[in-house]
């Protein structure tokens, strides 16, 4: 994530994933899933335009990302709470650029959630790890 003049945080991105990949940090991570899956799929459920990359800027600290991702929990709880069996059917293009079952994206969101919360443990974790010497 980068600051801009204006004070907004921007993250580094690449069209093509450089090879090696750069190390990914805690605020890139909250990034992703605050605008790649949660902020676009709750769009999409609604019937709305999928918000672009650029639009969805990083939080800038960690109590108003856990915020932001909070209010989007609340967010998706309620989507889904509207949901009935026949729905899971229904057609989504989002995120792949052909309808498919919503029931798949759904799976999809929650391997989503699972991946980004591990990554987010393993980065905390690499922290902790790295300065515990100096706390000792």
Known sequence: MRQQADGTWRPDW??????????????????????????SLIAALRGEAVPPRAQVLWPGSA??????????????????????????ARP?????????????ALAWANAELMKNVAEIGCVRHLFEAQHAGARS
């Open 14 to 39: 690449a069209d093509a994933e450089p090879d090696p990949a750069p190390p990914v940090t805690l605020g890139w991570l909250t990034w992703h899933l605050i605008w790649w899956w949660w902020s």
């Open 63 to 88: 109590a108003a990302t856990v915020a932001r991702i909070s209010a989007l929990q609340a967010q998706w709880s309620g989507e889904l709470h509207k949901l009935v069996a026949d729905d899971l």
């Open 92 to 104: 989504l293009a989002y995120p792949w650029p052909e309808p498919r079952p919503l029931r798949l």
